[in-house]
T-cell receptor, first 111, second 114 residues
Framework: DAKTTQPTSMDCAEGRAANLPCNHS???????VYWYRQIHSQGPQYIIH???NNETNEMASLIITEDRKSSTLILPHATLRDTAVYYC????????????FGQGTRLTINP | GAVVSQHPSWVICKSGTSVKIECRSL??????MFWYRQFPKQSLMLMAT?????????EQGVEKDKFLINHASLTLSTLTVTSAHPEDSSFYIC??????????FGQGTRLTVV
């Protein structure tokens, strides 16, 4: 079962920062927070992941709260091509390392 | 460039026939691959974990005799949907576990059973 809760949908204006929240209140100490996105009819694309520190790469920033019970993915300057379903996934890197997807957030970037 | 190649990207087959989907790891050897299924407007559902040289591990509720997985080499895993029925029509996606625990996904295969 997915261990995360995300809003079903969000809208954001083009050029603005898109902030996508995720709750993972039952996360354990060994589990990482991963973000993927899926553009219609394609395979998911990796965005970013983190354990407890904030992370940034060329695509996005990941802010994890100190208690690790929630996180926020930030797309700093959203473009129309960022319209997709965004999945927040809690993943244990021990054992099977499988990715279990929840329902995700459908992000729509509006012109 | 693509890390995972999945083939075919779409296939139409007759009810009762079997369909094989291939997933290739292009950049590295992959001991572990995953197979997912996605119905319209739903999330990805993990079907099984494919382990090179051993039997696949199926998720609860997934029929192992219907969805045959073969991971005979470190770069190739196949999913065969046997005796396909219209309810098996779906988007099938494979994922390859990379050397740094990243998971790379194929572009998916849209199966339509008529």
């Amino acid at each position: 079962d997915a261990k995360t809760t995300q809003p079903t949908s969000m809208d954001c204006a083009e050029g603005r920062a898109a902030n996508l929240p995720c709750n993972h209140s039952t996360i354990s100490g060994n589990e990482y927070v991963y973000w993927y996105r899926q553009i219609h009819s394609q395979g998911p694309q990796y965005i970013i992941h983190g354990l407890k520190n904030n992370e940034t790469n060329e695509m996005a920033s990941l802010i994890i709260t100190e208690d690790r019970k929630s996180s926020t993915l930030i797309l700093p300057h959203a473009t129309l091509r960022d319209t997709a379903v965004y999945y927040c996934i809690v993943r244990d890197l021990q054992g099977a390392q499988k990715l279990v997807f929840g329902q995700g957030t459908r992000l729509t970037i509006n012109p | 460039g693509a890390v995972v190649s999945q083939h075919p990207s779409w296939v139409i087959c007759k009810s009762g026939t079997s369909v094989k989907i291939e997933c290739r790891s292009l950049d590295f050897q992959a001991t572990t691959m995953f197979w997912y299924r996605q119905f319209p407007k739903q999330s990805l559902m993990l079907m099984a974990t494919s382990n090179e040289g051993s039997k696949a591990t199926y998720e609860q509720g997934v029929e192992k005799d219907k969805f045959l997985i073969n991971h005979a080499s470190l770069t190739l895993s196949t999913l065969t949907v046997t005796s396909a029925h219209p309810e098996d029509s779906s988007f099938y996606i494979c994922s390859v576990l990379g050397p740094n625990t990243e998971a790379f996904f194929g572009q998916g295969t849209r199966l339509t059973v008529v």
